[in-house]
């Protein structure tokens, strides 16, 4: 779909609908409304005046303008109460009022931002604005048969008269489209079927996205991974017919004189437990657990297209998880690369496997902040549900810089306590640490887990997406399934992110 951003009235726009805003419990239209309502004789202000349109949150309303305005349409979006207004409430709002167009099988639309006395700034709405538009009318179909009755939308034009927003709005667009792109990417590779998403095909995704972006990559196969002494990643695929691979990326936006930050990503391609079998109910969703990988490889993606003046190296350690005569068992001792051995008290634990000599393996870069992002427990989902990431870490300033992406971005993260008394949990008798702790604080003892192999000095912060990937139904602009959760949080940090001061290269 093609976004765009021109200068008009809204008087004077020709299109098939066109999507105008109102505050909650304003007496009065105001804005691109307002205008449209004195030009067609009070067409909206009805709506009012009878109660059938209030402007709460996300409530539309269809109007036809019977030639009295150059839309055919126009469709009214309640913005909720004025004061409450947020980039991310327009975000939903956008989202639901596109998805309301979609619905009149138009090939194209407009809407005007103009909603008089906004408190969201204008480039910052057409921001959000055009990030509900492409994630709300997302849909992955690439494996359905073509409807002939279903028709995909085309263009979406913002318009505005007001030359100097126009010209901000432009490129918060273009912006948008880009980090919507990669965010779109990580859904698609999530949602296609683990038969064609093995870990070799996901490196192979990994490869056409650097070569698209002139991005140098590295991939690791089992032989390599052996001599390095990667027991544990390759200890996690050995039931696999579709051997492990390690993808290592690395963008360079600062120059060699700069520490990058370094973003390691899950991919297990298919959890099917291993051993220890995952119940059948549900496990066709297991196909899920490389969002964080997933979401390497599109962040990796945005920061090249977007020129983002940092250093960013990205780390995909993938493989299948399946039971087989070869497969790992519980009660092994596994050698990481880091040295340290680890006791398997479940296969069902097996991303903090590989995480552990990917993460080990990143101290290479020596890293200025060193992020991974994973499906890593249902303890997470269970404790949060699946609106809030979990976020633990050992750096404050990351941390900080990550809460505001996701003030921003509306993909909230909530920190847990790394809570260093629950390491005896994961203690083990006959090896340097036990790969799970059981069940009680299960999210916490899986960073402190992944902490082991974060060398010392090194910032570093882990963010559990088990239950933000993938969501059970449509809501607001995520569809129902893959949600590619983490790419914009992750862009808007790396935007935002200052190197330190207080050091050469730091």
Same mark, same amino acid.
């Given at each position: ?26 007496? @009065? ?65 956008? /989202? ?25 700034? =204008?480039?910052? /709405? /057409?921001?959000? %604005? ?41 490129? =918060? ?26 870990? /070799? ?22 032989? =390599? ?68 990988? %997933? ?9 090249? &297209?977007? &020129? ?22 519980? #009660? ?25 000599? =990917?993460?080990? @393996? ?24 699946? @609106? ?78 088990? #239950? ?39």
């Amino acid at each position: 779909m093609k976004l765009s951003v021109i200068r008009k009235a809204p008087i004077q726009c020709e299109t098939e609908a066109l999507i105008v805003g109102h505050h909650e419990n304003s007496q @009065y239209f105001e804005g691109a409304a307002k205008a449209l309502d004195e030009v067609s004789g009070g067409l909206l202000s009805y709506l009012l005046d009878t109660g059938d349109f209030r402007g709460r949150k996300n409530e539309t309303v269809l109007l036809y303008s019977r030639d009295l305005l150059p839309a055919k349409r126009v469709l009214l979006v309640g913005l909720g109460k004025r004061d409450d207004l947020t980039e991310e409430k327009l975000r939903v709002a956008m /989202a639901g009022a596109s998805k309301r167009i979609r619905e009149l099988k138009v090939k194209e639309f407009a809407l005007s931002l103009d909603f008089g006395d906004c408190k969201v700034p =204008a480039e910052r /709405a /057409a921001q959000a %604005a055009a990030e509900g538009i492409m994630l709300g009318l997302h849909r992955f179909s690439a494996y359905k048969k073509e409807d002939p009755d279903s028709i995909e939308i085309l263009s979406a034009t913002i318009i505005d008269q007001r030359a100097a927003h126009v010209k901000i709005m432009k490129s =918060a667009v273009r912006e948008a489209e880009t980090i919507c792109n990669a965010a779109i990417l990580a859904r698609n590779l999530v949602a296609t079927p683990p038969s064609e998403m093995t870990p /070799a095909l996901l490196a192979r995704e990994a490869r056409r996205m650097c070569r698209n972006t002139s991005i140098p990559i590295k991939v690791l196969e089992p032989p =390599a991974m052996k001599r390095m002494g990667m027991h544990a990643l390759l200890a996690v695929g050995r039931g696999s017919a579709h051997p492990p691979r390690l993808a290592i990326m690395e963008y360079q936006g600062a120059g060699r004189g700069k520490r990058p930050v370094v973003l390691v990503g899950k991919g297990i391609t298919f959890d099917s437990g291993g051993v220890n079998l995952k119940p059948a109910s549900g496990m066709e969703q297991m196909k899920d657990d490389m969002a964080g990988a %997933a979401t390497v490889i599109a962040v990796l993606k945005a920061a090249a &297209e977007l &020129e983002l003046p940092i250093n960013l190296a990205g780390i995909v350690p993938a493989a299948e998880n399946m039971p087989d005569g070869q497969a790992y068992k519980p #009660g092994d001792i596994l050698k990481s690369y880091s040295g340290q051995t680890i006791e398997v008290v479940s296969t069902d634990a097996e991303g903090r496997l590989i995480l552990a000599d =990917a993460l080990s @393996y990143a101290k290479r870069f020596k890293p200025a902040a060193l992020i991974d992002i994973a499906t890593l427990t249902g303890a997470c989902v269970i404790a949060l549900g699946d @609106y809030l990431t979990g976020m633990l870490g050992n750096d404050d300033r990351i941390k900080e810089g990550i809460r505001a992406a996701a003030e921003r971005t509306g993909e909230v993260v909530w920190e847990l306590p790394l809570w260093e008394e629950y390491e005896d949990l994961i203690k083990s008798d006959i090896a340097d640490m036990k790969n799970t702790g059981g069940r009680a604080a299960g999210t916490i003892t899986a960073a402190l887990f992944l902490k082991k192999f974060v060398e010392d000095g090194i910032p570093w912060v882990h963010l559990d997406i088990a #239950g933000t990937s993938f969501s059970p139904k449509d809501k607001g602009y995520l569809q129902k399934g893959p949600t590619g959760t983490g790419v914009r949080l992750l862009v808007d940090f790396l935007k935002n992110w200052t190197y330190r001061t207080d050091g050469p290269n730091s």
